[in-house]
């Protein structure tokens, strides 16, 4: 699990293992929310199915529309400050800790 201080880790790792440290443990987390959430959705199925309209509780295409769109989400929330992390000196930013 991410600690949110990633200082010990990549202290002298190069910059696409950083990203790809960051990034992968943000993709692990939004799978397993993606795993759970596809789990209740399933689970609440029958008391949502009534407020909804031209479509089933379990549409495939609903299913896999929200997936991706949340995946796409995750993968910004993770990505963007994984980069901006990299741009800065590690002297730096170990001095000011």
């Not at 880790?9 to 993606?34: E, P, S, T, W």
């Not at 959705?41 to 029958?46: P, Q, V």
């Not at 008391?47 to 549409?59: G, P, Q, V, W, Y």
């Amino acid at each position: 699990m991410p600690s949110g201080d990633y200082s010990p880790d990549v202290r002298g790792a190069q910059r696409y293992d950083v990203i790809k440290m960051v990034v992968g443990n943000g993709a692990l987390l939004a799978a397993m929310g993606l795993g759970i959430g596809l789990l209740g959705s399933f689970g609440a199925a029958r008391a949502i199915s009534r407020f909804l309209f031209k479509t089933s509780a379990n549409d495939p295409l609903t299913l896999t529309a929200g997936c991706a769109l949340l995946s796409a989400v995750a993968l910004a929330a993770t990505l963007i400050p994984a980069v901006r992390a990299t741009r800065i000196d590690p002297q730096v930013a170990l001095r000011h800790e």
